[in-house]
């Protein structure tokens, strides 16, 4: 199933728009979501189009490991000081590879943008407002897509091809449950409640991340193409 973004709501102005002559499309879902595999058909097919694409994965920094390995040792982290953290992450990748070809008009595409920060520490027990609040210095995407994934199709996807699961990855530090698999499971069911709420609030394109890649691809080819300059 495919649902049109629900523009209506008062919570899309939590982050600005943008007045770049850019375009920026983001990608969030869960683990194995495939949300990766359509951004790199994406970038393809606009690169043929003409148009100077720009691919950004948002993945922990040398600091956040830092911290978590720490924390991990120490059996602890708190989750407002790594809520903090990653936002310090996010806004060194936005100034430096995001908001520069958004300023010289490039199509850049977010493997996971400001909207997996507020899923995560959501599920994490952080207050949205705070989450929120500390992300104003993002601008808001022209589409923001959510890739939409049971928990248990998630643990089966991201086990089939990485069968050892990370402490963090796998939710351990919160003491769900002492199988990292089951912990693994009652972690992407809490990311995906968050997601849930964020999807109807925030103008999200939600696409269902089972259905044929080639569906999924021409479906967002379709939206897309509404969204691009004319000039490319």
Same mark, same amino acid.
């Given at each position: 199933?495919?649902?049109e *973004?629900? !523009?209506? !709501?008062?919570?899309?102005s939590?982050l600005?728009?943008h007045?770049?002559?850019g $375009?920026l499309i983001?990608?969030?879902g869960? /683990?194995?979501?495939?949300?990766s ?5 994406l970038?393809?097919w ?7 694409v720009?691919?950004?994965e948002?993945?922990p920094?040398?600091?956040?490991? %830092?911290?978590?390995k ?5 059996g602890?982290?708190?989750? #407002? ?5 990653y ?6 990748l936005y100034?430096?590879?995001?908001? *520069? ?5 490039a199509i850049?595409l977010? /493997? $996971?943008y400001?909207?997996t920060a507020?899923? $995560? ?9 705070w ?5 104003q210095?993002?601008v808001r ?5 959510y890739?939409? #994934?049971?928990?248990e199709t998630?643990?089966?996807r991201?086990l ?5 699961l990370k402490?963090?990855?796998a939710g ?6 002492d199988?990292p698999?089951a ?5 992407q069911? %809490?990311? #995906?409640?968050?997601?849930?709420a ?7 394109l939600?696409? /269902?991340?089972?259905m044929?890649?080639k569906?999924?691809?021409?479906? #967002? %080819?379709? !939206?897309?193409?509404q969204?691009?300059?004319q000039?490319?």
């Amino acid at each position: 199933m495919f649902a049109e *973004p629900n !523009t209506q !709501t008062k919570k899309t102005s939590f982050l600005p728009a943008h007045s770049h002559p850019g $375009r920026l499309i983001t990608a969030e879902g869960l /683990d194995g979501s495939g949300k990766s595999t359509q951004l790199q058909l994406l970038s393809f097919w606009l690169k043929a189009e003409g148009y100077e694409v720009v691919t950004i994965e948002w993945t922990p920094s040398h600091l956040i490991k %830092r911290a978590l390995k720490k924390g991990k040792k120490q059996g602890l982290v708190d989750p #407002l000081v790594l809520s903090v953290l990653y936002a310090a992450d996010m806004a060194e990748l936005y100034d430096r590879d995001i908001l *520069p070809p958004l300023q010289r008009g490039a199509i850049v595409l977010a /493997d $996971r943008y400001v909207y997996t920060a507020l899923a $995560r520490d959501m599920a994490h027990g952080v207050a949205r407002d705070w989450v929120e609040c500390i992300y104003q210095f993002a601008v808001r995407p022209d589409l923001a897509v959510y890739f939409h #994934l049971s928990a248990e199709t998630s643990v089966a996807r991201t086990l089939s091809g990485h069968p050892h699961l990370k402490y963090y990855q796998a939710g351990m530090d919160m003491g769900l449950s002492d199988d990292p698999v089951a912990s693994f499971q009652a972690f992407q069911q %809490r990311i #995906l409640t968050a997601y849930e709420a964020l999807r109807s609030d925030c103008a999200m394109l939600t696409l /269902d991340a089972t259905m044929p890649i080639k569906y999924i691809q021409r479906s #967002l %080819r379709t !939206t897309i193409e509404q969204l691009l300059p004319q000039d490319g």
